[in-house]
């Protein structure tokens, strides 16, 4: 037995095919039932970056759980489409920099991103959970020469451009290369920008900050992460899991709660509630 909100509640195990039955994205073979469930930003957790959802979704006991999937090349985005489908689930459809650089025509994935998008917002059950362009953006670390790196610009700037056009938000993904994503994002007039995972200098979060977008911490602590949190308002804060690839499920962005908890000297409680409406806000959802 365990309490919620001061009600006893009983802890029942459920077999595969009872929690395949309940169709839903967080069954386990652990389940809570509350006679009050969680109905306030305070309790809910809002994981704002994940990938594989079949298999990485999962809420923290005691929380609810709101996410989004990410995609990152073509097969990713229909992995993610499919999972919404039959999840009512957010997703967000992207290219990742990585992919521009392995392909033989990066232009074809830029084309089967569009047609992904056309296909989502064309579909009444897909369009309204559809959220995002991303995730896109730069990678240094894995482009090793001038002409990789221009080759993820020329896409970049062109995933910039359609997002402003169906005007969706994006979901940034700028790994060694920081600095050169700011700046064609605001030499853009990018509005409304998530930088996920951000591995940057404080210097780069505040000037993102200071453009009003926000910037997303991952469950990995670091000393320059630990000054981010500090100085950055709680406004510009999300969290996130990126599970499987730096987090192993979604319920790891609650590390990356506690983290922010810490290092700005608030409660979990009070990190859960800003962080949650600052993605809602950001995704435009409820």
Request: with cysteine.
């Amino acid at each position: 037995m365990i309490n919620c909100r001061g009600n006893p509640i009983r802890l029942r195990l459920m077999n595969p095919q009872q929690a395949a039955r309940l169709k839903s994205p967080h069954s386990s073979p652990i389940h809570f039932y509350c006679p009050n469930p969680p109905s306030n930003a305070m309790e809910a957790l809002f994981d704002v970056h994940l990938h594989h959802p079949k298999t990485t979704v999962l809420a923290p006991p005691g929380t609810s759980l709101k996410f989004v999937a990410s995609g990152f090349s073509p097969a990713t985005n229909a992995e993610v489409m499919e999972y919404s489908k039959n999840n009512a689930s957010f997703f967000s459809l992207g290219l990742a920099p990585q992919d521009v650089i392995r392909a033989e025509n990066p232009d074809a994935l830029f084309d089967d991103l569009k047609a992904k998008v056309a296909e989502a917002k064309a579909n009444p059950a897909l369009s309204p959970r559809f959220v995002a362009i991303g995730e896109c953006g730069l990678d240094h670390h894995w482009a090793k020469n001038e002409n990789e790196k221009e080759e993820e610009r020329r896409i970049f700037s062109q995933v910039i451009e359609f997002a402003k056009s169906i005007n969706k938000p994006l979901v940034i993904h700028s790994r060694d290369a920081e600095g050169d994503c700011i700046k064609m994002l605001h030499d853009a007039s990018c509005k409304k920008a998530l930088l996920h995972c951000f591995g940057g200098s404080l210097e780069q979060a505040l000037l993102a900050s200071s453009y009003g977008w926000l910037v997303s911490i991952p469950p990995v602590p670091s000393k320059e992460r630990k000054k981010i949190i500090t100085a950055l308002p709680i406004s510009s804060l999300v969290v996130e899991s990126d599970a499987p690839y730096i987090g192993k499920m979604s319920s790891d962005t609650l590390k990356s709660a506690e983290m922010v908890a810490k290092y700005k000297g608030i409660s979990i409680g009070e990190c859960l509630s800003a962080t949650y409406a600052n993605a809602c806000a950001f995704f435009g959802v409820g």
